[in-house]
């Protein structure tokens, strides 16, 4: 992604943080849930969020670990971020949740600094060609056997036809990528390529396009 083309996506997503919950997370929300059971988050753990948006996830993240774990986010919009202040901190724990604003990869984080990193509907938003970078960099955050949660658009099966809104919505990405900024990938043939094992992969489907819920584990 070039640095303009950053510059449009973090002004899109600040544009619109105040509204978000009232375009998307009323779809996404069903799916992200999934995707946070399905990671098994525990006590004392440190968590990553990357691509916190509103803070919803932040906030059962939060509650996952308890007061002896730790969440940090990572985000491009200062106006999600705002957002997601408010939130943690009306729901009284934003003492154990740390939030940035940073333009990535790379991720703004040490070594093996986390135990579960998490992205819902972020993993798509990259470039395709990005997306390989973006999954050494968790692995580099990760500690050895740590777990990574993945929510994103996927692909249709073999033999599925995309349906008229997929078909839609990707003539829209195509032609304008800023206002429909992610696209169907296969996040789990991502996952595997960049040395993550699946250890949890489901499917559902959000407006007739299907959505994909994994979880992957680096090499211990």
């Known amino acids: 992604m070039s640095t303009s083309d950053e510059k449009l996506t973090k002004s899109f997503y600040d544009r619109i943080s105040h509204s978000y919950d ?31 948006g509103t803070g919803h ?36 724990i934003a003492d154990r949740v740390n939030l940035s604003v940073a333009i990535t990869p790379p991720l703004p984080f040490d070594d093996q600094a986390f135990d579960v990193v998490s992205m819902s509907f972020t993993l798509e938003l990259f470039p395709l060609e990005t997306i390989p970078t973006v999954l050494q960099e968790i692995r580099r955050v990760l500690k050895p056997g740590g777990r990574l949660g993945v929510v994103s658009m996927a692909l249709p099966k073999e033999g599925d036809k995309d349906s008229f809104l997929e078909k839609t919505y990707k003539w829209m990405h195509q032609h304008f990528p800023h206002i429909v900024d992610c696209q169907p990938i296969d996040a789990a043939g991502f996952l595997k390529d960049a040395g993550f094992t699946i250890t949890a992969e489901n499917s559902m489907d959000i407006w007739t396009m299907p959505v994909a819920v994994l979880v992957g584990t680096s090499p211990a």
């Open 22 to 52: 009232l375009l998307a997370d009323s779809n996404e929300h069903v799916a992200r849930e999934k995707g946070l059971k399905a990671l098994a988050i525990s006590a004392g753990e440190t968590v990553l969020e990357i691509g916190y």
């Open 57 to 92: 996830s932040l906030v059962s993240l939060a509650e996952a670990v308890g007061e002896t774990g730790s969440v940090y986010g990572v985000d491009i919009s200062d106006g999600m971020k705002k957002v997601s202040e408010k939130r943690v901190t009306e729901a009284g």
